[in-house]
């Protein structure tokens, strides 16, 4: 079996795996946020709860919408034989990281940690956008190996605050770390990570076929 399979299976594992989490946690277990928000103290803006959740909902529901789409248009099968299908998938999946990043704007000024958060917040909203811009352009320039690059750096971040949380549970359950210092911690570590993930993935497991950058 090829390695970009195993990955492939890996990542829909992990996928699903994580929908399931925040669906449930997000409005089952914990819909008024209650958990998340009690770590967001000394606010430079006064949160209007109601708005903000409304916002959050919005912002988990879109940001599950672009993993599921991004992880089907992912499938070689649907890659090689149903590119209409392939088309308008990935239609989707720009649309729904664009929500994400509005939504994402909204909510970055009670970042827990504050500016310090907030300002990597919104320049990863910038880079995943222009990620993907980047992937649409080279498509339409039908240079599908840098298509397919630039989709594996954007959809990366799809997981950043799966990356985030893991990361930040490490820095505070495993080192001691105030919660706040492990969440900043978090954020900037699940970047870091997330962009030498994709390089990896595009140099290691699809290797001579990553040519065309």
């Not at 958990?35 to 109601?50: A, Y």
């Not at 209409?84 to 970042?111: C, E, K, N, Q």
Request: charge should be positive; glycine fraction near 6%; charged fraction near 10%.
């Amino acid at each position: 079996m090829q390695k970009s399979n195993i990955l492939y299976r890996c990542m829909l594992v992990i996928a699903i795996g994580f929908i399931v989490y925040v669906i449930s946690d997000n409005f089952i277990l914990d819909p008024q946020a209650e958990n998340f928000l009690s770590h967001k103290i000394n606010l430079k803006h006064p949160l209007n709860k109601p708005v903000w959740l409304n916002v959050m909902y919005v912002h988990v529901v879109c940001a599950c919408i672009a993993i599921v789409a991004g992880a089907v248009n992912f499938a070689p099968k649907v890659q090689n034989h149903y590119r209409r299908v392939h088309r308008v998938i990935g239609y989707v999946y720009f649309g729904a990281i664009l929500v994400v990043v509005l939504t994402s704007g909204y909510m970055a000024p009670y970042a827990t940690g504050g500016k310090l958060n907030s300002v990597p917040f919104n320049l990863v909203s910038i880079l995943w956008s222009a990620m993907t811009l980047i992937a649409i352009v080279k498509i339409r320039r039908k240079q599908r190996i840098a298509h397919r690059n630039w989709m594996v750096r954007s959809y990366a971040f799809c997981y950043m605050n799966l990356c985030i949380h893991a990361i930040t549970y490490v820095a505070y359950q495993g080192f001691g770390l105030s919660y706040t210092h492990s969440y900043t911690v978090g954020v900037y570590g699940a970047i870091l990570f997330l962009l030498l993930a994709a390089e990896f993935v595009i140099r290691v497991v699809y290797g001579r076929r990553s040519k065309g950058m």
